[in-house]
Structure formats: C-alpha cells, structure tokens
C-alpha cells in the first residue's frame, strides 16, 4: 500500500493507523515527539511501541494546552472506544457549551497528530499508557475528581450484596453479579430514572453527595454508619472500596455534575490583557535607548574585570561579596548585576583564567565584540540571551542540598528558560504595536498553554511564572521591549511577522492575538497554511536564529546614537561626553578621567591618579596634550594644562624593581625625604646605596605605598626599562560559551526528518511484505534462514526474473536486519541490488545473508 492510499476500514491498532498517515502527516509526529526517532524506528509497529511507552507519553501528555489535556482526560472516562458524541457530552455537559464542540475537533486533531488517540469520530481510542496515567484511580486521582465505575468499585463485592442493592433501587433481582452490575450501571446512566432515585433521598444525604461529587470522589465511614450514610450504602450511590473507605461511583458523580467531567472546561486560552498602550514610535526608541545602556553596561563590566577580576569560588561561582561589590560599580540592584555577568558568560565573553588562583576575565571574544557595530554587538547578547537555560533569577536561592546557588555557579540551568521567553515573547508580537501586557495575563495564559501534571506540578507551575517574569523584567533591561512593549527589533528577534492592526472590541473575543485557540496553531504541523518560522511558540533553527538577529540588528542601528569624536572641556577638570564616544576616543579617555556620572551625557573628571595612569599606559605629557586639542571642541582649561605637566613631572623619578622590591632615584635628597616621612615605616625602607633604597615588600605594594604618600613612581623590568601597564593586559584563553542544557530530544530539521520518514517507510515494507512460503519458514519478526546453496541459487534466479527478495542481514558489527532487495548482479561472494529498505544500491557478501525468501507477486 502506498503512503497515500486510505484504508478501506478503521484501523485496529495505532500501527495501523500510523501506517495511514502520509509522509506530511509522520514527519508532523516526528517533530512534535523528538524521542520517538533517537535511534529511527525500524519501522511503524516499533514506532508505534515507541509511542506508547510510559515515558514517551508522559513526556507528551506535559506538552498540551489545558482544553487538548482535558480532552484527553475526558476519553480516559469514556469507554473504550468511545465516540465524538459521548465525548462531547462529557466535555459540554447535558447543557451543551458552543465553544466546547467548536474546540473539540482542534483538540482531538491535536492528540491524533500525537498518537495518543487513534481511531475515527465513532472509534477514538486513548493509547493505553495513556489511559493508564490518566484514569482515575486510588493511588492516583484524576484531575477530573472522578472515582471508578460502578463495574470497577463491585469487583471485590459478594454476589449477595449486589443483589441487595439491586432489590434496594427498585430493579428486578438477576442470577449473577455480571448481569446485576451491567443493570445497576444501566439505571446511575440513565437520567431520567436517575433523578426518580435521587428525588426520594434525604436532603442531608444528598449533602454527603454534593460534598464528594467534585472530587476527591473518597470518604471515610465508621464500622456503624450514620443513617444519611446508611441510606447511600444501601442504594449503591456510594460504594464500599476498603474497610472504612467508601467511594462516590462515577456515574453518579456525571449525573451529579449534569454530565461533565470537569468543573470548569476551559475550550479558550486567556486573553492577554493590555495595560497600557504607547506610540510605536516611542516603544522603539526607549527600548533603543535602553540597548544603547546594556552595551555600554556589559562593556563597563568586563573593562572593571580588565585586569583579573573577582576569584572563583571552590564549588565554582562568583561570591557574593564580589556580586555585591559588582553591583555597586555598575550602581544597580545585586539581582540586576547577576542578570548582566549572567548574560556576558552567556554570550561567551566573560569565563575563568584556568590559572591556578583561578579568577574572572574577559575572553578573546569580548575584543572582537567590542570593534563590532553596536547593533551587531546588541544583537548577539540579546540572542545569547533568548537560548540561554542559564537563569540569572535563581541566584541567591539554594538548591535541593540547601546550597546556596552563585552567580557564573553551577545549578543555574533551568530547561524550561528558553521556551518561556520565546512563548512569553511571542504573546507580546501577538499584540498590536505599542501595546503592553500586564503580568498576570501573560502569566495566565502560559499556565494554560502549559497546565503540566504529576508531584512536581506545583513547583513547576511556580518556576514557569517566575520565568514569564524574568522574562518580561530582563527583556525591558535588554531593550527587546521598551515601555513593557515589544519592539520593532525585539519582533524581529523574534522571526516574528509584522504586528497585527488592533482589533474592535468583540463580545467573547478572546483578545488580541488570539483568534485561534493554541491547540490550533501551537502544534500545527510543518508544512500547513501559516506555519513557519513566525509561528508564535516555535523555536528557530540556527540559520533562521542567524537571520533574525541580522534583522533585528538591521532595525536597532538607525535607533541608536551616533557615536561622536569630540568632549567639551570645563575648567573644573571635568569633560563632557554629549553622547556615545567612538571607540578609541572612549578608550583613551576612560584611562585618562575617571566617570563622575553616566545618562543622557557622561561627565568624565580629570585627577592626578587618573593622569598619572594615563602616564603608566606608555603616554607622555604631549601625547595628551595632542589628544585633549585634537579631540576637544573647546579650548584646553588651563587647570588641565598644569595638571598634566605637574603630574609628567614628578612621573617616573622614582623607579621601583623586584629585590623583594627596591626604589631607585638619581636625586638622593628625594629618598631621604621618603626615609624621613612617618608615612614609609610600614614599608620598611633601609638604603642600600646613595640612590637605591629596599624592602622585603612586593613591587606592587611598594608601588601603591608609595603613590599613597603623593609620589609618582614608576615600575621598570629587570634590564631598567620602564614597564607601560596597559588596561586590556589579562585575558583569559580562548573560551567557547556555555551551551544550553536542553529539555529532552533535539526538534530534529527538515533533512533528519526527511531521511527517518524513508527509513520507517522502507522498514514497514520489509517487514510487511507478503512473502511466499519456504521450507522453514521463520517466526514473526526473525530473520529468514536457508542455506547458502539455496541463497546462491535464488539471488542468481532473482537477476534473471527481476523479482525482488526478502533477506535476513547480520552486518560487521552483529546488528541484524530485513531488507527487501532486487538483486542486479551475483559475483565473487557478493550481490549488488536495489535495496528497497534504504532506497539505494548496495552491494552485500553473501556470507553475511542469512536467508532469502520469495515476496509475493502484488507485494513488489
């Protein structure tokens, strides 16, 4: 059969509807359900055990929308099959609800697409596994609140009492327990004759009732009941399960419940309110600007790490002492400063020396960031970002030993991170332009996309929301939004299409961007109308990622400032940047002044230690004179002029080396003056010669003593050259950055997907292949066996005949197969043919052929 041909009759199995499916249809499984090709299937009955594995399904079960989960749930109530009808009806209620069965058919669609349910409108099965976690059950209650069927709850239950409460209902009394049940389950079904019965309970009975029929479906009853109880017990409206355990039966509970089988079905996601509403043109501007800050903040950052930053923790990690100090030199809160060392190591800037005191520093990749245009620079940290399972949040909080969680430390992937920015972010480009979102619907909305199940729900459902929040707080720090809106370049960060037109208000409208129901596109599959790479929800290839950063940085550029080649001066020893600096203006001036403030315009401030830094960077006293004219749109303040020359002046007349470390000077009154100052006994000085003094003390703390007491000294190499201190000096080897751990199975591309739907395809047909009986015909699923005269002979007949064979083969490394082949040439112990299987020509040893065997004439 053709991957294109229907079949006459409904499948039986889910192999068989699997083997339906065309080759669009397969591929779609693939990709929604990564797991089932790590290895390929041999073909669609292992893809179909696969796919009915308990973690496979689990796995799939945590990825539908609430109304796809309910409606999974509801099938694990029904019978088994169960048709459209009775699951609407469980669904709706005896009520009906218009958006419930107008939803219905997306959601079966979905779980089909799936292979959880299988089967037509009038035969839907739940995969067993399936059914198995979501039935309800003792050890395991349904989210439905549902207890067991009236058949299930009587099963340990002696004949005798089911043929009292039979007789106490009102129905005829039968000659077995079978028959009794199948009658007592006929009469809670029927809602006619079911009100007749419960019209003549008690009101305080039905109160027990009413308690219970929401779920949990579990009561407890003394060895002597109450007479309300009593009055259950003997109806059957509730059952014995255990001693002192009693159970609301479930067609009780659906009658009770008007049919449903959940309190609140919820058919249509939430919609994403709007806060408030700005002018594009303002959203992209502030979130430019804020673009603009993040450069200019992670680039302070690491140049405040320039040479060797805080040392590494022993468990790995910054301390946070050194998170504190970092917070305060960048002059924001201790969790934004996590956020933005976070997103340098993220982007592969920022790593560990590997040196022996082990400390942070910037990478080889940080300098060849830096000559990058600022839009590219933005575009790379802002993509770094969105794939990162790094979560800069969790930092401060402890891990499950009661460890504490560092910055750059170990226990801060989080899986779940990049699915939640990306969906987050892409509800926002369902938006119109210059709309925000207020938290709480964004966070609503995710928890319907993603309801999640099991122990751990709560935990996650509480991870899930603190993420949506990162999300939207760390994507205004980035400049991806701007006013809480997502902006022009943050959409196409995204791969988003342009931004909808605002729509009129509508009654029932689930708001805007939420014309369809997620079910209907958050899995649509590849290849259907409108889906692609701007579909809200799916995430980007590499090369689709590549090209929306190239878009995105496309759109920023003509949003940021100019970068500017000049500074005002002032005669306070101050200089004033009106803007962004070009690169090796801002470079020169950030050794020569010290930042006094940052905004709108950056006020530099000239000092003796900031000049003399300058002097130590290999600059002399007309290097800077040069530079200050040149670059300045005012004249020089004299105060700036003498401080340059008084600072150059006293530079480098004295000259500190390693002896531990000595100070010499060609003028001898100067180093008595240092022997006379109160100020140099901790040094330690004593004279060695005229003009040499020394100390057990290291250079760099006699350097530092010695420029605490007013000096200017310089440091000099062993041959007694001066030795020039450069700012960008310590970088760590080439590092790689860090790799995000990944939730599960890769989605695998077009090409993978392409090559495992041939595979299966080719593998079924080997399998299924109708062959002609042999003298010792072989088992389902084993090789074929004949000897190799009778193999030599059929291959050599197959070339002539040009019939296809079914072989059994074992190759070099044991692994046996069946391939189905037309043999093109028999020679020298080896057959070349057409394999089917692989769709290729192969040649094979025949020593390696286990068996052959005729297909059947229609089955070439």
């Not at 040196?355 to 942070?360: C, I, K, L, T, W």
């Not at 037309?822 to 043919?833: C, K, Q």
Request: aromatic share 4%; net charge negative.
């Amino acid at each position: 059969m053709s991957s294109d041909e229907k079949p006459a009759a409904s499948p039986r199995s889910l192999a068989e509807a699997l083997r339906a499916r065309d080759d669009a249809r397969l591929a779609a499984l693939l990709r929604s359900r990564p797991d089932l090709i790590t290895p390929v299937p041999t073909d669609l009955t292992q893809l179909a055990t696969r796919a009915g594995t308990r973690a496979s399904v689990v796995r799939a079960l945590e990825r539908l929308d609430r109304f796809t989960l309910q409606t999974a749930e509801a099938l694990a109530v029904a019978g088994d099959p169960a048709d459209s009808g009775e699951l609407l009806g469980l669904l709706a209620g005896d009520a009906g609800d218009p958006a419930v069965a107008a939803a219905l058919p997306g959601a079966l669609d979905v779980l089909r697409e799936q292979a959880l349910v299988w089967g037509e409108d009038d035969r839907l099965r739940l995969v067993r596994t399936a059914r198995e976690l979501l039935a309800p059950s003792a050890q395991h209650p349904s989210p439905t609140g549902l207890g067991p069927t009236v058949q299930e709850a009587t099963a340990g239950m002696s004949p005798g009492r089911i043929q009292e409460i039979v007789t106490a209902v009102g129905l005829p009394s039968t000659h077995d327990s079978v028959s009794a049940v199948a009658s007592l389950t006929g009469l809670f079904g029927d809602r006619g004759r079911m009100s007749a019965l419960l019209a003549g309970v008690p009101e305080d009975s039905l109160e027990v009732l009413d308690r219970l029929v929401w779920g949990p479906p579990y009561g407890q009853v003394t060895a002597d009941p109450a007479p309300r109880l009593r009055r259950l017990l003997d109806r059957g409206l509730l059952l014995p399960t255990a001693p002192g355990t009693v159970v609301l039966p479930r067609e009780v509970a659906l009658h009770l419940r008007g049919g449903r089988a959940h309190r609140a079905p919820e058919p249509v996601p939430p919609a994403v309110e709007t806060a408030a509403t700005h002018p594009p043109r303002i959203v992209d501007a502030t979130a430019a600007g804020q673009a603009y800050t993040a450069l200019a903040t992670v680039e302070e950052l690491l140049k405040d790490w320039d040479e060797g930053g805080p040392a590494v923790l022993r468990a790995g990690g910054l301390s946070m002492r050194d998170l504190k100090r970092t917070a305060v030199a960048l002059d924001v809160s201790e969790p934004v400063a996590a956020f933005w060392v976070e997103l340098a190591y993220a982007a592969g800037l920022l790593a560990s020396d590997g040196e022996a005191d082990e400390r942070y520093a910037a990478t080889p990749a940080y300098d060849e960031w830096r000559e990058a245009p600022a839009a590219e620079r933005w575009a790379r940290l802002a993509q770094a970002w969105l794939v990162a399972t790094r979560t800069p949040g969790v930092v401060g909080g402890r891990d499950a030993k009661d460890r504490s969680l560092s910055a750059l430390g170990p226990g801060l992937d989080r899986s779940a991170a990049p699915e939640v920015r990306h969906r987050a972010l892409s509800l926002l480009a369902g938006l119109p332009e210059g709309a925000a979102p207020s938290a709480d619907s964004v966070s609503a909305r995710l928890r319907w996309e993603r309801p999640l199940r099991g122990p751990q729900r709560d935990q996650d459902h509480d991870l899930r929301e603190r993420l949506a929040r990162w999300t939207l707080s760390e994507a205004e720090l980035l400049g991806v939004t701007g006013r809480g809106a997502l902006s022009a370049h943050g959409r196409a960060l995204l791969g988003a299409s342009p931004a909808p037109p605002a729509p009129a208000p509508r009654a029932g409208s689930a708001g805007p961007g939420d014309k369809l129901p997620v079910h209907h596109r958050h899995h649509r599959p590849a290849g259907a109308p409108g889906a692609g790479p701007a579909t809200p929800g799916e995430p980007l290839s590499p090369a689709e990622q590549a090209a929306a950063a190239a878009a995105a940085a496309r759109l920023l550029d003509p949003l940021l400032p100019e970068p500017l080649d000049h500074v005002l001066l002032q005669a306070d020893l101050t200089a004033v940047a009106p803007g962004p600096l070009r690169r090796p203006l801002a470079d020169v001036l950030g050794v020569l002044a010290d930042v006094e403030s940052k905004g709108g315009a950056t006020v530099y401030r000239f000092t003796p230690a900031s000049v003399r830094r300058a002097l130590d960077s290999g600059r002399t006293a007309a290097d800077l004179h040069a530079f200050l004219a040149e670059h300045a749109r005012t004249p020089v303040p004299q105060p700036l002029a003498y401080l340059i020359d008084d600072v150059a002046r006293r530079h480098g007349h004295l000259r500190v080396g390693a002896a531990s470390a000595y100070v010499r000077c060609d003028d001898d009154a100067l180093l008595n003056e240092i022997l006379a100052d109160k100020r140099s006994a901790g040094l330690r000085l004593r004279r060695l010669a005229p003009t040499v003094l020394a100390t057990p003390a290291d250079p760099a703390a006699l350097l530092e003593g010695l420029r605490a007491m007013g000096y200017a000294p310089a440091a000099e190499s062993a041959e007694g050259d001066v030795l020039i201190a450069r700012a960008d000096s310590h970088r760590t080897p080439p590092r790689t950055a860090p790799e995000p751990v990944p939730d599960g199975p890769p989605v695998p591309d077009a090409t993978l997907l392409s090559a495992a739907v041939r595979a299966i395809r080719a593998g079924d047909l080997a399998s299924t292949a109708p062959r002609k009986p042999t003298a010792a015909p072989a088992a389902d699923g084993e090789l074929p066996r004949t000897g190799s005269a009778e193999t030599l002979a059929t291959m050599q007949a197959a070339v002539l005949t040009g019939e296809s064979l079914w072989i059994g083969y074992v190759n070099a490394e044991g692994t046996a197969s069946q391939r189905v082949i037309a043999p093109v040439r028999v020679e020298g112990g080896f057959v070349t043919a057409y394999d089917h299987t692989a769709d290729e020509v192969r040649t094979y040893p025949l020593h390696r052929v286990t068996g052959v065997a005729e297909l059947e004439p229609d089955a070439e």
